[in-house]
Protein backbone atom coordinates (compact mmCIF):
# COMPACT_ATOMS: atom_id res chain seq x y z
CA UNK A 1 0.00 0.00 0.00
CA UNK A 2 1.27 3.46 -0.80
CA UNK A 3 1.34 5.79 2.07
CA UNK A 4 -0.24 8.63 2.38
CA UNK A 5 -0.36 11.70 4.28
CA UNK A 6 -3.31 14.37 5.59
CA UNK A 7 -0.64 17.42 4.71
CA UNK A 8 2.71 17.53 2.75
CA UNK A 9 4.34 20.33 3.19
CA UNK A 10 7.25 21.66 0.54
CA UNK A 11 10.16 23.31 2.44
CA UNK A 12 11.31 23.10 5.53
CA UNK A 13 12.80 26.09 6.36
CA UNK A 14 11.27 28.16 9.34
CA UNK A 15 7.83 28.84 7.87
CA UNK A 16 7.32 25.19 6.95
CA UNK A 17 8.74 23.04 9.57
CA UNK A 18 6.65 25.91 12.38
CA UNK A 19 3.54 24.54 10.21
CA UNK A 20 4.42 21.40 10.26
CA UNK A 21 4.19 21.01 14.14
CA UNK A 22 1.44 23.03 14.43
CA UNK A 23 -0.71 20.44 12.46
CA UNK A 24 1.40 17.50 14.18
CA UNK A 25 -0.02 18.84 17.46
CA UNK A 26 -3.54 19.08 16.48
CA UNK A 27 -3.29 15.29 15.38
CA UNK A 28 -2.65 15.55 11.50
CA UNK A 29 -0.58 13.89 9.80
CA UNK A 30 2.53 15.53 8.18
CA UNK A 31 5.28 14.99 5.67
CA UNK A 32 7.80 17.87 5.45
CA UNK A 33 9.80 18.12 1.67
CA UNK A 34 12.93 19.51 1.74
CA UNK A 35 15.63 19.47 -1.30
CA UNK A 36 18.71 20.12 1.24
CA UNK A 37 18.92 20.32 4.33
CA UNK A 38 15.39 21.19 6.39
CA UNK A 39 16.38 25.15 7.75
CA UNK A 40 19.52 25.42 5.85
CA UNK A 41 18.38 28.49 3.39
CA UNK A 42 16.78 31.71 3.99
CA UNK A 43 16.18 30.18 7.59
CA UNK A 44 20.02 29.45 8.81
CA UNK A 45 21.21 32.75 6.92
CA UNK A 46 18.80 35.02 9.08
CA UNK A 47 19.51 37.66 11.51
CA UNK A 48 16.37 36.79 13.70
CA UNK A 49 15.19 40.00 15.05
CA UNK A 50 11.90 39.77 15.96
CA UNK A 51 11.55 43.41 15.45
CA UNK A 52 7.42 44.07 15.92
CA UNK A 53 7.40 47.91 15.43
CA UNK A 54 9.96 47.33 12.44
CA UNK A 55 6.37 46.66 10.24
CA UNK A 56 6.54 49.26 7.55
CA UNK A 57 3.20 51.23 6.48
CA UNK A 58 0.69 47.76 5.22
CA UNK A 59 -1.98 47.88 8.46
CA UNK A 60 -2.28 43.87 8.02
CA UNK A 61 1.78 43.55 8.24
CA UNK A 62 1.55 46.02 11.24
CA UNK A 63 -1.12 43.90 12.83
CA UNK A 64 0.89 40.41 12.24
CA UNK A 65 4.38 41.70 13.69
CA UNK A 66 2.53 42.78 16.92
CA UNK A 67 0.51 39.17 17.46
CA UNK A 68 3.95 37.52 16.06
CA UNK A 69 6.45 39.17 18.27
CA UNK A 70 3.70 38.65 21.03
CA UNK A 71 3.54 35.04 20.65
CA UNK A 72 7.25 34.44 20.64
CA UNK A 73 7.96 33.86 24.52
CA UNK A 74 5.90 30.78 24.64
CA UNK A 75 6.51 29.47 21.18
CA UNK A 76 10.45 28.93 21.98
CA UNK A 77 9.39 27.95 25.44
CA UNK A 78 7.18 25.24 24.43
CA UNK A 79 9.80 24.04 21.52
CA UNK A 80 12.44 24.08 24.44
CA UNK A 81 10.16 21.67 26.23
CA UNK A 82 9.41 19.16 22.85
CA UNK A 83 12.95 19.30 21.93
CA UNK A 84 15.15 19.84 24.67
CA UNK A 85 17.27 23.03 22.59
CA UNK A 86 17.21 26.66 23.87
CA UNK A 87 16.70 28.61 21.01
CA UNK A 88 18.34 31.95 22.78
CA UNK A 89 15.13 34.21 22.65
CA UNK A 90 16.50 37.54 24.22
CA UNK A 91 14.74 40.31 25.30
CA UNK A 92 17.48 43.37 26.12
CA UNK A 93 16.05 45.28 23.02
CA UNK A 94 17.39 47.43 20.17
CA UNK A 95 19.31 50.31 20.33
CA UNK A 96 18.52 52.44 16.88
CA UNK A 97 20.85 55.27 15.03
CA UNK A 98 17.95 57.36 13.69
CA UNK A 99 20.87 58.53 10.90
CA UNK A 100 19.08 56.34 8.05
CA UNK A 101 15.64 56.81 9.40
CA UNK A 102 13.68 59.41 7.47
CA UNK A 103 10.61 58.67 9.52
CA UNK A 104 8.92 61.66 11.14
CA UNK A 105 8.51 60.21 14.30
CA UNK A 106 10.86 57.26 14.64
CA UNK A 107 9.55 54.64 17.18
CA UNK A 108 11.06 53.58 20.46
CA UNK A 109 12.08 55.83 23.45
CA UNK A 110 14.90 58.67 22.43
CA UNK A 111 18.19 57.90 24.29
CA UNK A 112 20.42 60.78 25.20
CA UNK A 113 24.29 60.23 25.37
CA UNK A 114 24.43 58.70 28.72
CA UNK A 115 22.11 56.21 28.26
CA UNK A 116 23.54 54.86 25.40
CA UNK A 117 26.97 55.18 27.46
CA UNK A 118 25.56 53.30 30.39
CA UNK A 119 23.63 50.43 28.12
CA UNK A 120 26.79 49.93 25.49
CA UNK A 121 30.16 51.74 26.92
CA UNK A 122 32.02 50.31 23.80
CA UNK A 123 29.66 52.31 21.40
CA UNK A 124 30.95 55.35 19.88
CA UNK A 125 28.86 56.95 17.55
CA UNK A 126 27.23 60.45 17.33
CA UNK A 127 23.39 60.24 16.12
CA UNK A 128 20.30 60.20 16.94
CA UNK A 129 19.39 57.13 18.56
CA UNK A 130 15.90 55.45 20.33
CA UNK A 131 15.65 52.30 22.05
CA UNK A 132 13.40 49.40 21.33
CA UNK A 133 11.90 46.49 23.62
CA UNK A 134 12.64 44.14 20.66
CA UNK A 135 13.35 40.29 20.97
CA UNK A 136 15.53 38.26 18.84
CA UNK A 137 15.93 34.59 18.53
CA UNK A 138 18.98 32.34 16.86
CA UNK A 139 17.58 31.43 14.46
CA UNK A 140 19.90 28.28 13.84
CA UNK A 141 18.98 27.14 17.45
CA UNK A 142 15.06 27.71 16.47
CA UNK A 143 15.90 25.64 13.46
CA UNK A 144 17.19 23.05 15.59
CA UNK A 145 14.69 23.56 18.54
CA UNK A 146 11.53 23.25 15.38
CA UNK A 147 13.79 20.44 13.66
CA UNK A 148 13.97 18.15 17.20
CA UNK A 149 10.00 18.97 17.88
CA UNK A 150 9.08 17.77 14.63
CA UNK A 151 10.65 14.72 14.78
CA UNK A 152 9.69 14.60 18.64
CA UNK A 153 6.37 14.46 17.22
CA UNK A 154 5.94 12.16 14.84
CA UNK A 155 6.40 14.87 11.36
CA UNK A 156 7.73 12.63 8.67
CA UNK A 157 10.87 14.72 6.43
CA UNK A 158 12.26 13.94 3.64
CA UNK A 159 15.13 15.65 1.93
CA UNK A 160 17.84 15.46 -1.14
CA UNK A 161 15.44 15.55 -3.77
CA UNK A 162 13.82 18.68 -5.32
CA UNK A 163 10.31 19.03 -5.47
CA UNK A 164 9.30 19.41 -8.93
CA UNK A 165 5.33 19.59 -9.37
CA UNK A 166 2.19 19.55 -7.34
CA UNK A 167 -0.15 16.85 -9.27
CA UNK A 168 -3.69 17.89 -9.98
CA UNK A 169 -6.16 15.44 -10.64
CA UNK A 170 -10.02 17.03 -11.37
CA UNK A 171 -9.02 20.31 -10.01
CA UNK A 172 -7.90 19.15 -6.67
CA UNK A 173 -4.14 18.77 -5.33
CA UNK A 174 -3.58 15.05 -4.66
CA UNK A 175 0.14 14.67 -4.42
CA UNK A 176 3.72 16.51 -4.60
CA UNK A 177 6.31 14.76 -6.81
CA UNK A 178 9.86 14.86 -6.63
CA UNK A 179 12.76 14.07 -8.84
CA UNK A 180 12.64 10.14 -7.07
CA UNK A 181 9.08 9.84 -5.22
CA UNK A 182 5.70 10.45 -5.37
CA UNK A 183 3.89 11.97 -2.04
CA UNK A 184 0.07 11.81 -2.06
CA UNK A 185 -1.75 13.92 0.42
CA UNK A 186 -4.98 15.15 0.66
CA UNK A 187 -3.23 19.14 1.58
CA UNK A 188 -0.41 20.22 -0.27
CA UNK A 189 1.45 23.64 1.20
CA UNK A 190 3.91 25.39 -0.86
CA UNK A 191 6.40 26.94 1.82
CA UNK A 192 9.12 26.55 -0.29
CA UNK A 193 10.47 29.88 -0.11
CA UNK A 194 12.45 31.80 -3.10
CA UNK A 195 11.89 28.56 -4.80
CA UNK A 196 8.02 28.39 -4.27
CA UNK A 197 8.19 29.55 -7.99
CA UNK A 198 10.01 26.69 -9.45
CA UNK A 199 7.01 24.24 -8.29
CA UNK A 200 4.08 24.10 -10.92
CA UNK A 201 1.76 24.34 -11.88
CA UNK A 202 1.09 27.95 -10.74
CA UNK A 203 3.31 30.83 -11.55
CA UNK A 204 4.28 32.26 -8.00
CA UNK A 205 6.15 35.15 -7.85
CA UNK A 206 8.80 34.72 -5.60
CA UNK A 207 12.19 36.28 -6.22
CA UNK A 208 15.20 35.48 -4.45
CA UNK A 209 16.96 38.78 -2.36
CA UNK A 210 20.86 38.42 -1.63
CA UNK A 211 21.69 38.96 2.24
CA UNK A 212 25.57 38.60 2.86
CA UNK A 213 26.43 38.55 6.63
CA UNK A 214 29.14 37.50 9.02
CA UNK A 215 29.73 36.42 12.37
CA UNK A 216 32.67 37.92 14.93
CA UNK A 217 33.82 37.18 18.07
CA UNK A 218 34.43 38.84 21.07
CA UNK A 219 30.32 40.26 21.22
CA UNK A 220 31.24 43.12 22.49
CA UNK A 221 27.73 44.68 23.22
CA UNK A 222 24.83 43.39 25.54
CA UNK A 223 21.64 45.22 22.84
CA UNK A 224 20.47 44.76 19.07
CA UNK A 225 22.20 47.65 17.93
CA UNK A 226 20.87 49.18 14.31
CA UNK A 227 23.09 52.35 12.51
CA UNK A 228 25.70 53.25 9.82
CA UNK A 229 23.91 50.83 7.23
CA UNK A 230 24.35 47.52 9.71
CA UNK A 231 23.09 45.50 12.35
CA UNK A 232 24.64 43.81 15.38
CA UNK A 233 23.07 40.99 17.20
CA UNK A 234 24.68 39.38 20.54
CA UNK A 235 24.64 35.36 20.26
CA UNK A 236 25.75 33.09 23.08
CA UNK A 237 28.97 32.06 23.36
CA UNK A 238 30.57 35.50 22.34
CA UNK A 239 29.47 35.66 18.75
CA UNK A 240 28.34 38.87 17.05
CA UNK A 241 26.76 38.43 13.46
CA UNK A 242 27.01 41.73 11.87
CA UNK A 243 24.54 42.14 8.78
CA UNK A 244 23.24 42.37 5.91
CA UNK A 245 22.96 43.53 2.58
CA UNK A 246 20.19 43.45 0.23
CA UNK A 247 20.98 42.51 -3.48
CA UNK A 248 18.90 42.05 -6.33
CA UNK A 249 21.51 39.07 -7.65
CA UNK A 250 18.85 35.83 -8.63
CA UNK A 251 20.08 32.79 -6.76
CA UNK A 252 23.80 33.48 -6.21
CA UNK A 253 24.52 32.37 -3.00
CA UNK A 254 28.50 33.63 -3.26
CA UNK A 255 30.20 35.70 -0.46
CA UNK A 256 31.93 39.05 -1.59
CA UNK A 257 35.30 39.29 0.79
CA UNK A 258 35.21 43.43 -0.67
CA UNK A 259 31.32 43.53 0.79
CA UNK A 260 32.52 41.30 4.08
CA UNK A 261 35.09 43.65 4.62
CA UNK A 262 33.03 47.09 4.35
CA UNK A 263 30.52 45.67 6.40
CA UNK A 264 33.23 44.72 8.96
CA UNK A 265 34.31 47.99 8.91
CA UNK A 266 30.94 50.03 9.01
CA UNK A 267 30.36 47.75 12.57
CA UNK A 268 33.48 48.83 13.65
CA UNK A 269 32.50 52.81 13.20
CA UNK A 270 29.84 51.95 15.22
CA UNK A 271 32.43 50.14 18.17
CA UNK A 272 35.59 50.88 17.18
CA UNK A 273 36.61 47.37 19.08
CA UNK A 274 35.05 45.36 16.46
CA UNK A 275 37.94 46.41 13.96
CA UNK A 276 40.19 44.14 15.78
CA UNK A 277 37.96 40.91 16.36
CA UNK A 278 38.30 38.39 14.82
CA UNK A 279 35.56 36.84 11.84
CA UNK A 280 34.44 33.17 12.58
CA UNK A 281 32.48 32.70 10.00
CA UNK A 282 30.98 34.72 6.81
CA UNK A 283 27.55 33.43 4.75
CA UNK A 284 24.78 34.64 2.27
CA UNK A 285 21.54 33.35 2.33
CA UNK A 286 18.12 34.58 -0.42
CA UNK A 287 15.51 35.93 1.22
CA UNK A 288 11.91 35.24 -0.84
CA UNK A 289 10.28 38.13 -1.73
CA UNK A 290 7.34 39.20 -3.86
CA UNK A 291 6.53 42.02 -6.37
CA UNK A 292 5.26 43.99 -3.57
CA UNK A 293 7.01 42.79 -0.60
CA UNK A 294 4.28 41.41 1.63
CA UNK A 295 3.90 37.00 2.24
CA UNK A 296 1.57 35.52 0.04
CA UNK A 297 -0.35 33.21 2.22
CA UNK A 298 -3.70 31.32 1.49
CA UNK A 299 -5.47 29.33 -0.29
CA UNK A 300 -5.34 28.88 -4.42
CA UNK A 301 -7.75 28.43 -6.98
CA UNK A 302 -6.61 24.33 -6.81
CA UNK A 303 -8.57 22.80 -4.22
CA UNK A 304 -6.49 21.79 -1.65
CA UNK A 305 -3.39 23.76 -2.75
CA UNK A 306 -2.19 26.86 0.27
CA UNK A 307 0.72 28.74 -0.54
CA UNK A 308 2.55 30.29 2.51
CA UNK A 309 5.89 32.21 1.48
CA UNK A 310 7.45 35.37 0.21
CA UNK A 311 8.26 36.67 3.92
CA UNK A 312 11.12 38.56 2.59
CA UNK A 313 13.07 39.79 5.60
CA UNK A 314 10.14 38.54 8.49
CA UNK A 315 9.97 34.82 8.14
CA UNK A 316 11.68 34.08 11.31
CA UNK A 317 9.42 36.98 13.20
CA UNK A 318 6.03 35.71 11.80
CA UNK A 319 6.59 32.51 11.80
CA UNK A 320 4.60 31.47 15.02
CA UNK A 321 2.12 33.35 14.02
CA UNK A 322 1.78 31.91 9.85
CA UNK A 323 1.61 28.90 11.47
CA UNK A 324 -1.21 29.15 13.62
CA UNK A 325 -3.25 31.18 11.02
CA UNK A 326 -2.28 28.71 8.25
CA UNK A 327 -3.49 25.68 10.39
CA UNK A 328 -6.63 26.98 11.50
CA UNK A 329 -7.38 28.09 7.47
CA UNK A 330 -5.80 24.12 6.46
CA UNK A 331 -8.23 22.64 9.29
CA UNK A 332 -11.50 24.72 7.96
CA UNK A 333 -11.68 26.76 11.10
CA UNK A 334 -12.07 30.60 11.51
CA UNK A 335 -8.69 32.11 11.32
CA UNK A 336 -7.85 34.89 14.27
CA UNK A 337 -7.14 37.33 11.65
CA UNK A 338 -8.86 38.02 8.42
CA UNK A 339 -4.85 37.38 6.16
CA UNK A 340 -7.14 37.27 2.19
CA UNK A 341 -4.89 40.22 1.08
CA UNK A 342 -2.23 38.46 1.22
CA UNK A 343 -4.05 35.41 -1.17
CA UNK A 344 -2.29 33.87 -4.27
CA UNK A 345 -5.22 35.44 -5.81
CA UNK A 346 -3.80 39.30 -6.42
CA UNK A 347 -0.91 37.60 -8.64
CA UNK A 348 -2.28 34.09 -9.80
CA UNK A 349 -2.09 32.70 -12.90
CA UNK A 350 -2.08 29.24 -14.61
CA UNK A 351 0.69 27.80 -16.10
Known sequence: MVKTWDVVIIGGGVIGLSLAVELRRAGISVMVLEKHQPGREA??????????????????????????????PEFAHRLRDESGIDADLRSQGTIRFLDDDHQPDPPGTPLTTDDLRRLEPELEYSAPATFLPELCVDPRLLIDALTGTAKHLGVDMASGSEVTDVEIVEGRAVAATTTKSRYPAAVIVNCAGAWAGQVGPLKIPTIPVKGQMLAVVPAVVKHVVRGNGVYLIPRSKGRLVIGATVEDAGFDKRVEPETIHRMHQAAAILVPRLGQARILEDWAGLRPATPDKLPIMGATSIA????????????????????????????????????????????????
Open 43 to 72: SWAAGGMIADREAGTNALFRLMAQASAAMY
Open 304 to 351: GYFISTGHYRDGIMLAPLTAKLMAQLIRGEKTEIDFEEWSMGRFETHG
